[in-house]
T-cell receptor, first 113, second 111 residues
Framework: TQLLEQSPQFLSIQEGENLTVYCNSS?????LQWYRQEPGEGPVLLVT?????EVKKLKRLTFQFGDARKDSSLHITAAQPGDTGLYLC?????????????FGTGTRLKVLA | EPEVTQTPSHQVTQMGQEVILRCVPI?????FYWYRQILGQKVEFLVS????????KSEIFDDQFSVERPDGSNFTLKIRSTKLEDSAMYFC?????????FGQGTRLTVV
């Protein structure tokens, strides 16, 4: 069974602070996605990383895929209240014969003004 | 911008009844998925669908569940004889390749 563990589960920080969210597994993934989910809504795709060691930036968000494609991190610089939400990683296991996304446990972020 | 649309947004049904959740994937996508999220829990994979057949399904997707692409645009999830524990948000997703885009979900409440 492929599992994606995210840490921390909950994070409450002040506006302007930096933070990093981790997504770890013992399984290898063909690709890994990061999503953000608001209450009562579907996950919204932020980024997809495919190559081991890949780094992608989306404004103040930096995403990195581990060299072995087993883990990933999301770093937010100068967090703002608008960044508040549930952040989910989802990986497509390399052992899967088709595209299939296993979701992580989620990190709930709250940024205080 | 193209998006995945799901109907209804909220469905209340009595235990034992059948429900059909509907999805219109993004038009040029080839892969379709159903996920569910029980309140307060993680998003769980149910099934993936490609080339008019199921390509992979989870342990959750038992004989109670079925999927269909009845025409060129719709993708449906049928739950036969619903149980209380089927209450959840059900998300449809589609992808052209490795990037999956999700709909807003259908909240299913079984009473």
């Amino acid at each position: 069974t492929q599992l994606l563990e995210q840490s921390p589960q909950f994070l409450s920080i002040q506006e302007g602070e930096n933070l990093t969210v981790y997504c770890n597994s013992s399984s290898v993934f063909s690709s890994l996605q990061w999503y953000r989910q608001e209450p009562g809504e579907g996950p919204v795709l932020l980024v997809t990383v495919v190559t081991g060691g890949e780094v992608k930036k989306l404004k103040r968000l930096t995403f990195q895929f581990g060299d072995a494609r087993k883990d990933s991190s999301l770093h937010i610089t100068a967090a703002q209240p608008g960044d508040t939400g549930l952040y989910l990683c989802a990986g497509d296991p390399i052992t899967s014969g088709t595209y299939k996304y296993i979701f992580g446990t989620g990190t709930r972020l709250k940024v205080l003004a | 911008e193209p998006e995945v649309t799901q109907t209804p947004s909220h469905q209340v049904t009595q235990m034992g009844q059948e429900v059909i959740l509907r999805c219109v994937p993004i038009s040029n996508h080839l892969y379709f998925y159903w996920y569910r999220q029980i309140l307060g829990q993680k998003v769980e994979f149910l099934v993936s669908f490609y080339n008019n057949e199921i390509s992979e399904k989870s342990e959750i997707f038992d004989d109670q569940f079925s999927v269909e692409r009845p025409d060129g645009s719709n993708f449906t999830l049928k739950i036969r004889s619903t149980k209380l524990e089927d209450s959840a948000m059900y998300f449809c997703a589609s992808s052209p390749n490795s990037e999956a885009f999700f709909g807003q979900g259908t909240r299913l409440t079984v009473v």
